[in-house]
């Protein structure tokens, strides 16, 4: 059975950085590919997306050129890093897995971990 943990959420000024990590058991994790979401509200938003293999990449336009996904297959791990925060990115974040899945559609992941809160002031 396949679990996430996903950790790192704090509260930070804004313009500083963050770093959520998420870990993965419990199946091939080469095989799975991994997002973050983050939900606001009543939303849920995919945030960015990484490639099972490879390295594959897609990001809401929201954060592109601020965040980067990454992940290290040998270590079943992903993270995000996420640089310049600004107040609308305060939501709680969510890691994601799903079999061979390479989408921003939260419907198409499986697997989640618990979520980790970010807030971010000004």
């Known amino acids: 059975q396949v679990e996430l943990v996903d950790s790192g959420g704090d509260s930070v000024q804004a313009g500083g950085s963050l770093t959520l990590i998420c870990t993965f058991s419990g199946a091939t994790y080469s095989d799975y590919g991994m997002a973050w979401f983050r939900q606001k509200e009543k939303e849920r938003e995919g945030v960015a997306v990484h490639i099972a293999s490879g390295y594959g990449t897609m990001y809401a336009d929201s954060v592109k050129g601020r965040f980067t996904i990454s992940r290290d297959n040998a270590k079943n791990i992903a993270w995000l890093q996420m640089n310049n925060l600004q107040p609308n990115d305060t939501a709680t974040y969510y890691c994601?897995?799903?079999?061979?899945?390479?989408?921003?559609?939260?419907?198409?992941?499986?697997?989640w971990g618990q979520g980790t809160q970010v807030t971010v002031s000004s």
């Open positions: 994601a897995a799903g079999k061979y899945t390479y989408s921003l559609r939260a419907l198409n992941y499986k697997f």
